[in-house]
């Protein structure tokens, strides 16, 4: 790029010298030369002047790609934010093949309430780094809100759903969580078109899948059926 600018350049001051000479001085002048320096003189400087601006453009560019991913991200956990995912929804929802996954961190509110936040926080993050651990990187998670998170796996069945679903659950078991107690979680999984075409169906049914979890004692998956 920046080569093919600088012969660019020096291309069209010369250009214009040989111009200069030929429309203004009587053929055979000896200011020949110096047209043609006072041309590559002026490509030259446009040179300078063009990367300058091209190197600044650049850098605006990759400062507001970098804010735009940083307002779609998550501050305390880095997973994408609600934001991101009312966002990313039109685009979910043209998916004709998926299936979703719905977390709930278990007794996550009696967690906060004796320990404190910031031990919640610390929960979070770990929850948090575990599940992207678990995940394939074409999949994308979100901090749907509070202690709510949902994974959209493209392309996969519910099946593979359930099982990295197992293996999130069991990963998150095994966390160190000392002087606290284990973490646990719950977890739905459902799937398009298995459990409806619009994504609200789907949502809705992995949703009680959750809540069905919930409800049979915490700490399991469960498929929406």
Do not use: W
């Amino acid at each position: 790029m920046q080569i093919s600018l600088l012969i660019s350049m020096l291309a069209v001051g010369l250009i214009c010298g040989m111009s200069f000479y030929i429309l203004l001085v009587p053929l055979g002048s000896k200011n020949l030369v110096h047209c043609i320096i006072m041309g590559l003189t002026f490509g030259l400087v446009n040179y300078f002047v063009s990367y300058k601006i091209y190197v600044r453009y650049i850098f605006l560019k990759d400062t507001n790609n970098s804010l735009k991913h940083e307002l779609k991200l998550d501050k305390l956990t880095g997973l994408y934010n609600r934001g991101a995912f009312d966002n990313d929804l039109p685009e979910i929802s043209s998916y004709n093949y998926y299936s979703l996954v719905l977390i709930d961190i278990d007794n996550f509110r009696t967690f906060n309430n004796e320990f404190g936040h910031k031990a919640g926080d610390i929960v979070l993050k770990k929850v948090s780094q575990t599940i992207r651990a678990n995940i394939r990187f074409k999949d994308a998670v979100y901090r749907y809100g509070g202690e709510e998170i949902i994974i959209v796996l493209k392309d996969c069945s519910k099946k593979n759903a359930f099982n990295i679903a197992e293996k999130i659950r069991t990963s998150i078991n095994q966390l160190d969580n000392s002087p606290y107690p284990n973490i646990a979680v719950s977890l739905g999984v459902s799937s398009c078109p298995e459990d409806g075409n619009e994504f609200d169906e789907v949502f809705d049914a992995c949703d009680k899948a959750l809540l069905l979890a919930k409800k049979s004692g915490k700490n399991r998956a469960i498929a929406y059926n």
